[in-house]
């Protein structure tokens, strides 16, 4: 799939995670500002992402996602502050603690 696809479909999706490396950059086009995968998806309907800003670890990731999804599904707590606990967590235990493991993700669009 390419970026150009995103604009023919449709993501009345209410939160979109994209834990893969780098899913929150984009491309600088003239006139266009920043285009990529995140802005295509918000402009097809998705409300909310969460997105990496650089290269992650996968066993970091998989350590971050499972508590994220813990922290909204058996917690209950809203997307932007399950991922903020999730990273206060990874970052007082010793073997997370470094931001390269937990800072990367970012929270885009509506907060509430």
């Not at 295509?40 to 992402?49: C, D, S």
């Not at 909204?72 to 606990?85: C, D, I, S």
Request: aromatic share 12%; charged share 25%; proline share 3%.
């Amino acid at each position: 799939m390419r970026l150009e696809d995103l604009f023919n479909l449709d993501y009345p999706a209410d939160l979109i995670v994209l834990s893969a490396c780098e899913t929150g950059l984009g491309k600088e086009i003239q006139g266009e500002g920043l285009v990529g995968l995140t802005r295509g998806l918000m402009y097809e309907g998705a409300e909310r992402l969460v997105v990496s800003l650089w290269q992650v670890s996968d066993e970091g990731t998989s350590v971050f996602m499972q508590e994220f999804y813990k922290q909204m599904l058996q917690q209950g707590k809203p997307a932007n502050q399950a991922l903020r606990e999730t990273q206060l967590k990874m970052w007082h235990e010793e073997k997370w603690r470094d931001p390269n493991y937990w800072a990367a993700f970012t929270f885009l669009g509506e907060w509430r």
